[in-house]
């Protein structure tokens, strides 16, 4: 089994940034790719940021050039960084890992392994 644990979350002002980080414990080896989604109020959870265990990563078009998904070898978690900060980017923000590498490819959404999931307010 894996456990997801996301952390970070909190509310900023349009333009502002936030680092959302993910702690995973457990059978960390079985994964073979990881991905940050998000969910707002009345929509559907969408896929924002994916990266396989080869380290390449792929972004929705909406946070392309201002999320990058990188991994921090200190901490041993799998971040998030969220720049130029938009009140559509309002979300509840999950971490999911799947054992197959084509989630990352196909950027699926129905991943083996979810967070409880952190709130992220961007303010106009």
């Known amino acids: 089994q894996l456990q997801l644990a996301e952390s970070g979350g909190g509310s900023v002002q349009a333009g502002g940034s936030l680092r959302l980080s993910c702690a995973a414990s457990?059978?960390?080896?079985?994964?073979?790719?990881m991905a940050w989604f998000r969910q707002a109020p009345g929509k559907e959870r969408e896929g924002v940021a994916f990266?396989?265990?080869?380290?390449?990563?792929s972004y929705a078009d909406s946070v392309k050039g201002r999320f990058i998904i990188s991994e921090d070898n200190v901490k041993k978690t799998r971040d998030l960084q969220m720049d130029s900060l938009q009140p559509e980017d309002t979300a509840m923000y999950f971490c999911?890992?799947?054992?197959?590498?084509?989630?990352?490819?196909?950027?699926?959404?129905?991943?083996?392994?979810w967070g409880q999931g952190t709130q992220v307010t961007v303010s106009s």
């Open positions: 457990g059978y960390t080896r079985m994964t073979n790719c």
């Open positions: 999911a890992a799947d054992r197959s590498a084509s989630s990352c490819l196909y950027r699926r959404v129905d991943f083996d392994y």
């Open positions: 990266v396989d265990s080869a380290g390449d990563a």
